[in-house]
Nanobody
Framework: VQLQASGGGLVQAGGSLKLSCAAS????????MGWFRQAPGKEREFVAT????????AYADDVKGRFTISRDNAKITVYLQMNSLKPEDTAVYHC???????????????????WGQGTLVTVSS
């Protein structure tokens, strides 16, 4: 299984970025997907998740209203549209896949089965 995240970069505060995560070697529509991030010196934290069909999403409180997670099962890709970026959003963003209808929570990174290598987002003030 491979999850390839892309789209990170350097952006000024208030700007936007759209991250993509392309999956391969898994039946994408059988997996819930999530985005997590890890800032330097901090623990990994949940950002957003979307269920296998795309009909259910959830967000961390500090990104709610600014970030939007979506997926295209035909393109086996999950996206994270990030608007109104803040310096505190600076982190390496990872996508992850969790088998649908299994135990655990889509909000808990420990319950995900596969992880991508991450893409760096840097927001300057």
């Amino acid at each position: 299984v491979q999850l390839q995240a892309s789209g990170g970069g350097l952006v000024q505060a208030g700007g936007s970025l759209k991250l993509s995560c392309a999956a391969s070697r898994l039946t994408f529509s059988n997996y819930d997907m999530g985005w997590f991030r890890q800032a330097p010196g901090k623990e990994r934290e949940f950002v957003a998740t979307i269920n296998r069909s795309g009909g259910s999403t959830a967000y961390a409180d500090d990104v709610k209203g600014r970030f939007t997670i979506s997926r295209d099962n035909a393109k086996i890709t999950v996206y994270l549209q990030m608007n109104s970026l803040k310096p505190e959003d600076t982190a390496v963003y990872h996508c992850a896949a969790k088998r649908a209808f299994t135990s655990g929570s889509r909000l808990n990174g420990n319950d995900y089965n596969f992880w991508g290598q991450g893409t760096l987002v840097t927001v300057s003030s």
